[in-house]
C-alpha cells in the first residue's frame, strides 16, 4: 500500500492531523492499536472532554522551550478549535480558568474528528514494528501489511495509562532516528507519602479541602496552585496536587494552605473571646473538615478548650493549617498520570512544521513532544495545534 502520509496513533494529534491532510487532498492512512480511536478523548474530563482553554500562554505549557509552542498555538488557537466545535453543533460550556467542556458526551468530539478526516484510511487494532527511511519516503510494517508512505507523522501520545494503548514507540522511533530526548516523568498525577505521613492522612481519604493552595519552590521559583485537594489512601489527589505534580521532584517538599484566604488564627481568636469553652477542634472545624480539624488539633496538642491556647499556640495552629510542609516520596506513577512530561526535544523539531530537522518527511506531534500543558484543556489544545500545524505542512 502507498499513501502520501502515514500516520501513526489515532489520539487527538493524530486525527486532527489527518482530518487537515484529508482537506488539504493528501491521501492518509492512520494506524492505531487501540480497538477504537480517541479512548483518552472519550473518557477525558470525566467524560465530557475538556477540548481547550481560552488562557494559553507560554507559560501554561512546561517544556525546556516553552516558547517553542508559541508558533502552533498563535496558527490555530482555542478559537480556532472553538469554531469548528461550534461548526459540528457540539454544545459546550465554559468552568472556571476558561476551560471549556463538551455539554453531552465527549464521544461527540471524536465523531466530529472522525467527521473531518473521512476519505482517510483507519486502521484500528493494527500494530507497527518499525518505520524505515528510504530514498523516497518511509516503509512501515504493520501487522497487516507493509505501507509506504512519503511522509510519516509521529502521533503516539506520552506513556500515560498503558492500559488505554498508551506505549513506548513514539519515543523509540525518535531515538532510532537520532532525535534527542528530554526524560520523561508522568505528570498531573496524585502524590504518594512514606508511612508517617499516610498514617494521619488515610483515615482523612475521601476527605476533600475545596480552596486549597498549594506550593512549591526550586530554587528562587515558586509555583502555587489554588484549587481543590483530595486525600486518598495512598497521599494526596485532586487538581491542585495533579498541577504541582508536574513541579514536584523527588526529595523536594510541597506547602498546603488547607484553606486559602482564610486568616485562621484571626478567627480562632475571635472565637476564643465568644466561645472559649469551645474544644479547640470543634472551632477548627469552622474553616476545616471535622475529621482534619480534630487531627490538627490533636498534632499541635490542643485537647482542651480554646480559652486555654495562648497566641503562640493559636500561631503554631495557623500555621498547620496554612502552610503545613509535606514531603511526598513519589507519585501513583504512569498507571494514573493524566500526561507525560518530556519527550522529542522541541530542538529536533521545526516549530512550524513539527518535521524532525534531520530526517525530512518525519513529524512529530501532540504529547510525544516535549511540550506538557497544565491540567484544564491545554493538553488538548496542544494536540489539535501541532497536528493542524503537521497538517499543513504534510
Ligand atoms: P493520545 O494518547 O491521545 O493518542 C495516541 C494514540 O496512539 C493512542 O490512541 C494510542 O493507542 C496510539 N498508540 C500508541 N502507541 C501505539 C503503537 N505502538 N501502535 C499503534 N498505536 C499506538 N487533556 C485535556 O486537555 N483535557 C482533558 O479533559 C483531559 N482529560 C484527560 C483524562 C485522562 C484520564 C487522561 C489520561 C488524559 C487526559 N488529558 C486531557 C490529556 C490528553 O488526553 C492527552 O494529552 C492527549 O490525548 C494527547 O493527545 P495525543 O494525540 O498526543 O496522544
Not at 484510511?121 to 510494517?141: I, N, P, R
Not at 478548650?305 to 509535606?326: C, K, T
Request: hydrophobic share 45%; glycine share 12%.
Amino acid at each position: 500500500m502507498q499513501v502520501d502520509v502515514v500516520i501513526l496513533g489515532a489520539g487527538a494529534a493524530g486525527l486532527f492531523c489527518a482530518g487537515e491532510a484529508v482537506r488539504r487532498g493528501r491521501s492518509v492512512l492512520v494506524i492505531e492499536h487501540n480497538a477504537a480511536p480517541g479512548e483518552k478523548i472519550r473518557i477525558s474530563g470525566g467524560g465530557r472532554c475538556n477540548f481547550t482553554n481560552l488562557n494559553c500562554s507560554a507559560e501554561r505549557f512546561l517544556s525546556q522551550n516553552p516558547r517553542f509552542a508559541l508558533s502552533a498555538l498563535g496558527r490555530f488557537g482555542p478559537a480556532d478549535f472553538l469554531a469548528r466545535v461550534e461548526a459540528s453543533g457540539i454544545a459546550w460550556h465554559e468552568k472556571t480558568g476558561g476551560q471549556l467542556f463538551c455539554d453531552g458526551p465527549a464521544t461527540q468530539i471524536i465523531a466530529m474528528l472522525l467527521r473531518g478526516m473521512a476519505g482517510a484510511a483507519l486502521w484500528t487494532g493494527t500494530s507497527f514494528a518499525e518505520v524505515v527511511k528510504e530514498d523516497h519516503g518511509f516503509a512501515v510494517q504493520t501487522s497487516r501489511r507493509p505501507v509506504r508512505a512519503g511522509r510519516v507523522v509521529v502521533a503516539t501520545g506520552g506513556k500515560s495509562i498503558p492500559k488505554m494503548g498508551a506505549s513506548d514507540a513514539g519515543y523509540r522511533i525518535a531515538a532510532g532516528f537520532g532525535l534527542p530526548l528530554v526524560p520523561m516523568r508522568p505528570a498531573l498525577v496524585p502524590l504518594t507519602f512514606a508511612e508517617q505521613e499516610l498514617a494521619w492522612m488515610k483515615p482523612l481519604a475521601g476527605t476533600a479541602l475545596p480552596s486549597a493552595r498549594l506550593s512549591h519552590r526550586v530554587n528562587k521559583r515558586r509555583q502555587s496552585f489554588d484549587d481543590a485537594v483530595l486525600f486518598t489512601h495512598r497521599g494526596l489527589s485532586g487538581p491542585a496536587v495533579l498541577q504541582i505534580s508536574s513541579y514536584w521532584r523527588e526529595g523536594d517538599m510541597i506547602v498546603l494552605d488547607m484553606s486559602a484566604g482564610a486568616g485562621t488564627a484571626a478567627r480562632l481568636r475571635e472565637l476564643r473571646a465568644t466561645r472559649g469553652r469551645q474544644a479547640v477542634a470543634t472551632a477548627l472545624s469552622t474553616i476545616l473538615p471535622e475529621r482534619l480539624a480534630r487531627h490538627l488539633a490533636e498534632r499541635a496538642g490542643f485537647s482542651g478548650n480554646l480559652a486555654d491556647v495562648p497566641n503562640a499556640g493559636l500561631e503554631r495552629l495557623d500555621r498547620l493549617v496554612h502552610a503545613l510542609e509535606l514531603r511526598p516520596v513519589g507519585s501513583e506513577g504512569y498507571r494514573t498520570a493524566e500526561v507525560t512530561l518530556g519527550g522529542v526535544a522541541t530542538e529536533a523539531l521545526d516549530p512550524r512544521s513539527f518535521e524532525a530537522r534531520n530526517v525530512p518527511g518525519l513529524h512529530f506531534i501532540g504529547e510525544v513532544v516535549d511540550v506538557t500543558g497544565w491540567l484544564g484543556g491545554y493538553n488538548f489544545q496542544w494536540a489539535w495545534s501541532s497536528g493542524w500545524a503537521a497538517g499543513q505542512a504534510v
